[in-house]
């Protein structure tokens, strides 16, 4: 089976503190993806990245960057967490045969 | 960001009733995708759809294609209690950077 692991499950972070999430893909995709989930807005996409070192901005890029120094990981950075950016945050890997395949998540409060 | 319209947005029914939503966009996708979210988990994928007209079953989960690529329906046959979570369509543009254009889920809920 095809595993997308995301570092922690639940986070609690200050104001102003730099946050870093972290995801792990084992089947050799080469585009993986940042999502955050908010009630009644659906997933919106963050960044996602086509290739290692490569990165595109999506839809709500503001305030996060993102790192792929290495194919199976994907990192997902805030500079500077603010209380608006408490979500849900998912990350996805991707192949052209299979589609999209999900992390379990990582729920994230900034205090 | 371009999102599809996904209906209805919540569903209250009770245990052994069919279930049906569907997914709206203006762009044509070469495949449409059915996930389901259980509390706390990420989205697992239920359903792909490759080709315009197909019509495809997961055990009580029926989805298609819609014949002008912009639409795409889930039904759920009898339902069970462990059915209960949001249920997301997305497009697909087969493209080099591969992005899905998610719906904003059908939360369903079934009473007891």
């Known amino acids: 089976d095809v595993k997308v692991t995301q570092s922690s499950r639940y986070l609690v972070k200050r104001t102003g503190e730099k946050v870093f999430l972290e995801c792990v893909q084992d089947?050799?995709?080469?585009?993986m993806f940042w999502y955050r989930q908010d009630p009644g807005l659906g997933l919106r996409l963050i960044y996602f990245?086509?290739?290692?070192?490569?990165?595109e901005k999506g839809d709500i890029p503001e305030g996060y960057s993102v790192s792929r120094e290495k194919k199976e990981r994907f990192s997902l950075i805030l500079e500077s967490a603010s209380t608006n950016q408490t979500s849900m945050y998912l990350c996805?890997?991707?192949?052209?045969?299979?589609?999209?395949?999900f992390g379990s998540g990582t729920r994230l409060t900034v205090v | 960001g371009q999102q599809l319209n996904q209906s209805p947005q919540s569903m209250f029914i009770q245990e052994g009733e069919d279930v049906s939503m569907n997914c709206t966009s203006s762009?044509?996708?070469?495949?449409w995708l059915w996930y389901k979210q259980d509390p706390g988990e990420g989205p697992v994928l239920l359903i792909a759809?490759?080709?315009?007209?197909e019509l495809t079953s997961n055990g009580r989960l029926t989805a298609q294609f819609g014949i002008t690529r912009k639409d795409s329906f889930l039904n759920i046959s009898a339902s069970i209690p462990s059915d209960v979570g949001i249920y997301f369509c997305?497009?697909?543009?087969?493209?080099?950077?591969?992005?899905?254009?998610f719906g904003k889920g059908t939360r369903l809920h079934i009473l007891p």
């Open positions: 996805a890997s991707s192949s052209r045969d299979y589609g999209y395949t």
């Open positions: 089947m050799d995709h080469e585009n």
């Open positions: 990245s086509y290739d290692v070192k490569m990165k």
């Open positions: 762009s044509i996708f070469n495949t």
């Open positions: 759809l490759y080709k315009a007209g």
């Open positions: 997305a497009g697909r543009y087969l493209n080099r950077d591969d992005k899905i254009i």
